[in-house]
């Protein structure tokens, strides 16, 4: 998956037009949510049915009997259903050709991407040897982390990976102590009064909910306005959402955990989630797959995607211990700063990562040479050519 998602929009980048690419990026990523809603489902399905075929009493009563051995299963056959998409993936990966950029600009091949590129557009395209070869000269006088390299994208890619960096602290920290947010304001009763396969049910249907009315709604409205709005406004309007929304549920949390205000408290956790999918986690991943030259783009947008997985490391782990009630923590746990202060510093990493946005340049109606500015050739680049 780590290497995949720089292919997927490298992929998308390079074969869609200027126009439209912004959305066309953002449908592949879109995926990414029903993907979500489909493992929330197969859990449900799968704890359905073996909590209909092994009945055990709640932890309460009987906490050796709550978790009945059969329940062993139910994670396995969940987790193994991940090996369908996966061995989907690598087939039509198999089929598909390499982009015309990278097959002309890094392989030096132009006749084979003139054949590729016919067959994906149903034309005939004509090569242009002498043309793909002053870019390949033009382009290739500085490399990653080079000087040159350094004064054109040094500060686009401090842009994507810190705010790949904090978007993902907030967004894993959020899937992660969900269960312990739908406890608190008794969404889910208390995990003493379930046995295990109530609850891995009860929480993959909430989990279900949120994704079919926040997660995925989230998604298609980037689809829908990124090439109209722009990258970098739906980027701002996310980051500046959720820290409004992580402060609106964190400054009256106790409020939140009366019975009466639980509707509440959902639907402004569900809308932390549609933000953060109408904004920097999608565009976190559309904009490294464009500003960057040819040769580099993969390899910057892996960059970004990695230090993306270091903040979901960090809100993964991290606010996993954090969370912990400062009282009364979990068994096995030490005392945390309880999920109310946790909520708090999610909304500052929001906030760091909306001041981190303003250093993304927008990129809508731009085409990806213009961008990455491959189709400016400075003095060093000319006398190279001009050798050629």
């Known amino acids: 998956i780590g290497g995949d998602y720089p292919l997927s929009a490298t992929i998308m980048s390079e074969y869609a037009n200027k126009r439209t690419r912004g959305a066309f990026i953002a449908a592949v990523f879109a995926m990414q949510g029903f993907g979500i809603l489909f493992g929330a489902i197969v859990a449900l399905v799968v704890s359905a049915g073996f909590r209909h075929a092994y009945p055990a009493p709640s932890y309460a009563q009987n906490p050796a009997a709550s978790l009945a051995p059969q329940a062993d299963y139910t994670w396995r056959l969940i987790l193994m259903f991940g090996t369908i998409p996966a061995g989907l993936t690598y087939y039509w990966r198999m089929k598909m050709p390499e982009t015309a950029r990278y097959t002309a600009l890094v392989a030096r091949n132009a006749k084979q991407a003139a054949a590729d590129m016919s067959k994906v557009l149903h034309a005939e395209i004509e090569e242009r040897p002498e043309v793909v070869e002053s870019q390949v000269v033009a382009g290739e006088t500085w490399g990653l982390f080079s000087r040159q390299f350094m004064k054109r994208h040094g500060m686009h890619l401090l842009a994507t990976t810190s705010t790949w960096f904090l978007l993902d602290i907030a967004f894993y920290s959020q899937n992660l102590f969900q ?9 889910i009763p208390p995990a003493k009064t379930m046995n295990a396969l109530e609850e891995l049910y009860r929480i993959s249907r909430a989990q279900a909910l949120i994704a079919l009315c926040g997660t995925i709604p989230g998604y298609w409205f980037t689809v829908a306005f990124i090439d109209i709005v722009g990258r970098f406004w739906i980027q701002i309007m996310g980051f500046f959402m959720m820290t409004v929304f992580m402060l609106a549920l964190g400054v009256p949390y106790d409020h939140w955990t009366h019975p009466a205000h639980h509707t509440g408290f959902v639907v402004l956790y569900a809308l932390t989630f549609f933000f953060a999918n109408f904004g920097p986690n999608s ?9 960057y030259p040819a040769r580099l783009r993969s390899t910057c947008h892996g960059i970004s995607a990695a230090s993306g997985k270091a903040g979901a490391i960090i809100g993964a782990f991290g606010f996993l211990y954090a969370a912990q009630d400062q009282h009364n923590p979990d068994a096995g746990y030490s005392r945390g700063i309880g999920i109310r202060n946790a909520l708090f ?17 927008e990129s809508k109606g731009l085409s990806l040479e213009e ?5 400016v050739v400075d003095e060093t680049a000319q006398e190279a050519i001009a050798q050629a």
Do not use: H, Q, R
Not at 179 to 187: E, N, P, Q, T
Not at 371 to 375: E, H, Q, R, V
């Open 345 to 361: 510093v999610l909304a500052g990493t929001n906030f760091l990562g909306m001041l981190m946005t303003l250093l993304v340049p």
């Open 179 to 187: 269960k312990d947010i739908f406890s608190k304001v008794g969404w």
């Open 283 to 291: 565009t976190t991943f559309i904009v490294p797959a464009e500003i």
């Open 371 to 375: 961008m990455s500015k491959d189709n």
